[in-house]
């Protein structure tokens, strides 16, 4: 491809810093860094016209811990680790309201509820047992009083008990993807969709290839791909496929607020007069152990009973319906990837599907590396 002078000059010229992924990650990383240096040229780029892995298709969750998850994350990571994270969850989300302000991204702290039924007593047993031991430590780590309450009752069928979050709550997806955009644009960083990434070489600058035979150079490269980082490094990150249904409107919902189950696996929030259920990716979780954007009939049929049996009690009529893709560890561990790959590339990445309270401090994170 031949380009013109003003492509060359001002579209496709040498940056200071080029992020891969515009994501939640990529976009505030790219802000972190012209904000800190304004005259710098800072390009994110990205192989679809947005951050399409799950930046633009989560449920809208702010939160940062449940304690059945913390439980079942202390089997495979040490409670430093585990705690840490919990600790960039909660930063992270107050970082994020702060620098973007609550009412442009809708965030309401309505609070979470764990429920729990017959089919999972022995794990209510247990978080019970560990409720004074986690809340101790919360209020070390996170100056938060009470972090966690047990209840015993709830309106929900079959719930034989709950834990309550007072400090969690949920956002508008939409809406903070949008700010944190044009966010970046108003800074004058240059946003470039529709580029895929092949590989990189080191010369005196990095010249960064692309499928569309439009190559780049950039001082310095920093990937912030998530699920998709193995399809550039080998790092312990495996795409996980994440599932959402919305409802129908309802005249009267029956819950308001977040609820999870299942050590997580299955979440639900209202939004606009209907309920947002998510998960259920351990019903087929080699199938959901995938990159492709897609719907699974099976995940969505679980979604759909859960919905009905578990939530309204009743046959609701789906309306919408997608599919996310979130960075897990291949060894369960879920804090994130924040490194000095080689001089002047650096990684962020395996977000643990908490990409939205973890973005904040991931991208600070990362500034931090590269000055």
Not at 201 to 206: A, C, G, L, M, S
Not at 260 to 288: C, P, Q, T
Request: hydrophobic share 35%.
């Amino acid at each position: 491809m031949n380009f013109s002078y003003w492509e060359k000059e001002y579209l496709i010229s040498p940056s200071d810093y080029l992020v891969i992924g515009m994501g939640l990650v990529g976009l505030q990383t790219a802000i972190n860094l012209k904000e800190k240096h304004p005259e710098a040229k800072v390009t994110v780029i990205d192989r679809q016209s947005w951050g399409l892995g799950a930046s633009t298709r989560n449920a809208g969750f702010g939160c940062f811990a449940n304690v059945s998850e913390i439980l079942d994350d202390l089997k495979y990571d040490t409670p430093e680790n585990v705690y840490l994270t919990i600790s960039k969850r909660y930063q992270g989300l107050d970082k994020l309201r702060k620098k973007f302000g609550d009412e442009n991204i809708d965030y309401e702290t309505k609070g979470s509820i764990e429920i729990f039924t017959q089919k999972n007593k022995h794990e209510l047993s247990e978080a019970i047992d560990s409720l004074q031991g986690i809340n101790t430590i919360l209020s070390d780590e996170l100056g938060l009083d009470r972090v966690f309450t047990y209840k015993n009752n709830s309106s929900l069928p079959r719930v034989i008990g709950t834990i309550h979050n007072g400090y969690e709550g949920q956002l508008n997806t939409g809406k903070l993807y949008r700010t944190i955009y044009r966010y970046a644009q108003n800074l004058g960083i240059q946003l470039i969709g529709g580029l895929e990434v092949v590989s990189w070489e080191k010369n005196i600058d990095i010249s960064v290839i692309t499928s569309q035979q439009i190559n780049l150079k950039t001082r310095n490269l920093i990937l912030c791909t998530n699920a998709f980082t193995p399809d550039l490094i080998d790092e312990d990150i495996s795409p996980c496929r994440g599932q959402v249904i919305v409802s129908e409107q309802m005249d009267e919902l029956p819950i308001e607020g977040l609820y999870h189950y299942d050590n997580g696996y299955y979440y639900w929030r209202d939004i606009d007069n209907r309920i947002l259920l998510g998960g259920a990716r351990n019903f087929d979780s080699v199938g959901e152990t995938t990159d492709k954007i897609e719907t699974s009939e099976v995940i969505i049929s679980e979604l759909k009973r859960f919905m009905e049996e578990q939530i309204t009690g009743r046959p609701v009529s789906i309306e919408h319906q997608w599919s996310g893709i979130m960075g897990m560890g291949k060894s369960k561990q879920k804090i994130p990837i924040i490194k000095n790959i080689e001089p002047h590339v650096y990684v962020a990445a395996r977000l643990g599907g908490m990409g939205v309270a973890l973005s904040a401090s991931v991208a600070e994170g990362i500034l931090e590396l590269i000055e």
